[in-house]
């Protein structure tokens, strides 16, 4: 087995802990329930050949608070992993691409961009900055928003564009491309 050659590892010896492990490595940061839905393999299995993979040092686990999520190892470090797991989320994605396409925002402004209650919008922006994604600064009586690190977020975004499925952040980041 060499380093760089992930498919010659033994652990990759049978074809559905293959099957797995490539669909981990083409959907980063796809989580237990979605690989489950994806596959149609049974829970124990999956579970059985995820546990594996991680002992063998093929996958990493990240939890986002809400979903244990997958990514190949040593691909991705924290900081990717949340920035992922972000992006994995609908709300929290189209939340990112407001901030990356029009910089700092306001609760009440991404509210309105997204047609969601502050409150609701708040859940997510607060679970963003526990994240260390977003900062947050006092503008008079607002709070204003900013991604801490946008290029890493539309770097991430661009290479994985194809395993998230929201039109509205495409065109969205389509727009800050265009720039």
């Known amino acids: 087995m060499t380093d760089s050659d992930p498919d010659a590892d033994p652990a990759l010896e049978l074809r559905s802990r ?12 796809i989580h237990f329930r979605a690989l489950l839905e994806a596959l149609e393999y049974a829970q124990g299995t999956l579970q059985y050949h995820l546990r594996r993979l991680e002992a063998q040092g093929l996958l990493e686990e990240s939890d986002d608070g809400k979903y244990t999520r997958y990514y190949p190892a040593e691909e991705f470090d924290e900081a990717d992993q949340a920035v992922m797991n ?6 929290a994605r189209r939340i990112i691409a407001h901030l990356a396409v029009e910089g700092a925002l306001s609760t009440a402004e991404l509210s309105d961009r997204l047609e ?5 919008v708040s859940w997510h ?30 770097y991430l975004y661009t290479i994985h ?3 998230f499925t ?14």
């Open 18 to 29: 293959r099957t797995i492990y490539q669909h981990v490595r083409d959907n980063p940061g």
């Open 86 to 91: 972000a992006l994995r989320r609908e709300y």
């Open 116 to 120: 969601r209650s502050p409150s609701t």
């Open 125 to 154: 922006l607060s679970k963003l900055e526990d994240a260390d994604l977003v900062t947050k600064e006092r503008q008079g009586r607002s709070v204003e928003y900013e991604l801490r690190d946008p290029e890493r977020v539309q």
């Open 161 to 163: 564009r194809r395993t």
């Open 166 to 179: 929201d039109r509205v952040v495409d065109r969205l980041f389509d727009l800050w491309d265009s720039y």
